[in-house]
């Protein structure tokens, strides 16, 4: 026992700062695998690695040549197979990475940015909206509008045809009116702009999680906010209801104020006040500081 704790103490003792720095990045990558392996379909793909291991095990045990050469071909290759099979899961990991709190932190100290003229922008651009979701969804009018975040959506927009239209209600309905060259496909709103018409959605990959009863236009929605943190509304043509999906989650059944409400929690920056960078807040305090040791 006192031999445990003296090895014990001896690694303590030559525990660095760098140590615990790696210690916290192998951390973090097991933890978005995990994170990743949980909500994608890739965990039945782990089924059948896990599987494959097994019968490799067999195969070597009973000295099966030619089964054994062809593992070992897939073994030797395995990083490049599990990229291949992998993508989409992992394209989503890399971008949600990429949607941290740093990016956030270097808007602050690069360029100020005056937050409540932005709002009152992006505001006016939801009223226009919910005004015109009402209509479409009285009127039975087939929609689906992609409301962009920090995700940049410039591969689905490419599909599409960039309009960069003021968003007032006739606007939104006239781009989604049945007889529309655009209406079929999606619209694309950035910051307080509709920036795109008819662009083509990636579809859902978790069909057996979806309602049978939904359609092509809704599993759209819901593949669109899998793959960012945009927010997706939709009405349908059948019934008129109105949804939201956002992370892969649709809610249904939503009046034209809750999509209001959902779309300014999302939307809009909460602290509407012309900030400063952080450099400069930091100086002001200084000087502030200065004034009050010489008084």
Known sequence: MSEFFS????????????????????AFVIY???????????????????????????????????????????????????????????????????????????????????????????????ESFTVACRKMSEDKVGSITVFERTTMLGEVIANGTIIDASPTSQMFCNIFYPKAPLHDGAAIVRKDRIYAAGCILPLTQKNNDVDKNLGTRHRAAIGMSEQSDAVVVVTSEETGIISVAYKGSLKRELDPEKVSEILTAYLIDNNAIEEKPIFIKLLDRVKGGGKQDEQ
Do not use: W
């Not at 030559?14 to 990045?25: P, T």
């Open 32 to 126: 978005n695998l995990i994170k990743m392996l949980r909500e994608t379909r890739a965990f039945q793909l782990i089924k059948g690695i896990l599987m494959f291991g097994l019968v490799y095990i067999v195969i070597n045990m009973f000295n099966m040549q030619a089964s054994t050469y062809i593992a070992n071909l897939l073994i030797s290759n395995l990083i490049v197979v599990l990229v291949i099979i992998f993508q989409p899961e992992l394209r989503h990991t890399l971008e949600s990475t990429g949607r941290s709190s740093l990016a956030r932190i270097k808007d602050q100290i690069v360029k100020p940015k005056n937050t409540k003229a932005v709002n009152e922008n992006v505001k006016r651009m939801i």
């Open 7 to 26: 090895k014990l103490i001896n690694v303590c003792q030559s525990f660095s700062f760098k140590d615990f720095l790696d210690i916290c990045l192998v």
